[in-house]
């Protein structure tokens, strides 16, 4: 079926380890997002890519990186430069049109800082 | 800045009939999104509304004035699985198409009660 595969789910690190969360997509969408989800807050937007070879800094982007070698891969790296990194990240993606502002999710992974 | 609000909770019973309101103050406006999120899944397109009026999609229906920067998203015979949270979106002017100037509320979480 096709869709958006995130890993791990759950993840426990320890301050000052980077750790990589993994995004990978089937629907053959150019569009990747990675959002970040804290309670009580809307979702935020971390990077994003449009194209292979090429992503764009979102709202809170300092303290992740990213990279897009693959059209169907879109890895999020949390930093130990990322001060608070505990909380539920959603990898998303976008098609063709018509419909191609309507994303569509993984299924998240939730990071907690030990 | 973008602010868009939304109630923090509401409860409702089911087989009844509720309705959550957004309003938004943004700097541009291309559209206002509806999102379903269950507890600790990923969030689900619901609705897309452009133009004023009214959209309805089966119990779902989404209501849009953009003079008063005010939508709905009204849900009847309410039943237990629509327990979940309720996200409004606005998407900004950008260019390009794509997600990347989606700005969310914070959410509303609907509690259904027998």
């Known amino acids: 079926d096709g869709g958006i595969t995130q890993s791990p789910k759950y993840l426990f690190r320890k301050e000052g380890q980077n750790v990589t969360l993994s995004c990978e997509q089937n629907l053959n969408h150019d569009a990747m997002y990675w959002y970040r989800q804290d309670p009580g807050q809307g979702l935020r937007l971390i990077y994003y890519?449009?194209?292979?070879?090429?992503?764009q800094k979102g709202d809170i982007a300092e303290g992740y990186s990213v990279s897009r070698e693959k059209k169907e891969s879109f890895p999020l790296t949390v930093t130990s430069a990322q001060k608070n990194p505990t909380a539920f990240y959603l990898c998303?993606?976008?098609?063709?049109?018509?419909?191609?502002?309507?994303?569509?999710f993984g299924a998240g992974s939730r990071l907690t800082v030990l | 800045g973008q602010n868009i609000d939304q109630p923090t909770e509401m409860t409702a019973t089911e087989g009844a009939i509720v309705q959550i309101n957004c309003t938004y103050q943004?700097?541009?406006?291309?559209?206002l999104f509806w999102y379903q999120q269950h507890a600790g899944e990923a969030p689900t397109f619901l609705s897309y509304n452009v133009l004023d009026g009214l959209e309805e999609k089966g119990r779902f229906s989404s209501f849009l004035s953009r003079s008063k920067g005010y939508s709905y998203l009204l849900l009847k015979e309410l039943q237990m699985k629509d327990s979940a949270s309720y996200l409004c979106a606005v998407l900004l002017g950008y260019s390009g198409g794509g997600a990347d100037g989606l700005t969310f509320g914070k959410g509303t979480h609907l509690i259904i009660q027998p």
């Open positions: 998303a993606t976008t098609g063709t049109q018509p419909g191609a502002n309507v994303l569509t």
């Open positions: 943004t700097s541009g406006f291309n559209g």
């Open positions: 890519s449009q194209i292979v070879n090429d992503f």
